[in-house]
């Protein structure tokens, strides 16, 4: 059983910065294989996985947020965070936490489209939004 709950969404100017939080419950801080991650889903838009991150620590972003984004965890704390620099109003979106629990996470696989199908467990996702 894994619970997953975000926070820290809201409304900023552009070139502004936020911090989204997802507290990770369950047993899934003592597996040595999973994939946690953001994905987000602008208006009209299909939902697409932002940054990942495995249980060996390893970050994978899509190209329009690298450099700006910043995906960690904090097993301590049971928590997953996506720290956003400089956004732009094209990061508008809902934003979720989410994990597959089954496998390290994969440009081809988690980054591809239909990846929302692999990730098993979702918060509720936090509204960004980002006005020039």
């Known amino acids: 059983q894994v619970h997953l709950v975000e926070s820290g969404g809201g409304s900023v100017q552009a070139g502004g910065s936020l911090r989204l939080s997802c507290t990770v419950s369950?047993?899934?801080?003592?597996?040595?294989?999973?994939?946690m991650a953001w994905l987000r889903q602008g208006p009209g838009q299909e939902r697409e996985t932002v940054a990942a991150?495995?249980?060996?620590?390893?970050?994978r972003y899509t190209r329009s947020v690298e450099g700006r984004f910043a995906i960690s965890r904090d097993q301590s704390k049971n928590s997953l965070y996506l720290q956003m620099n400089n956004l732009k109003p094209e990061d508008t979106g809902r934003y979720y936490c989410?994990?597959?629990?089954?496998?390290?996470?994969?440009?081809?696989?988690?980054?591809?489209?239909?990846?929302?199908?692999?990730?098993?467990?979702w918060g509720q996702g936090t509204q960004v939004t980002v006005s020039s």
């Open positions: 989410a994990l597959d629990a089954t496998d390290d996470c994969f440009y081809s696989r988690h980054f591809s489209r239909g990846a929302e199908s692999l990730f098993g467990y």
């Open positions: 369950g047993d899934i801080w003592k597996k040595i294989i999973y994939c």
């Open positions: 991150i495995d249980a060996d620590g390893d970050e």
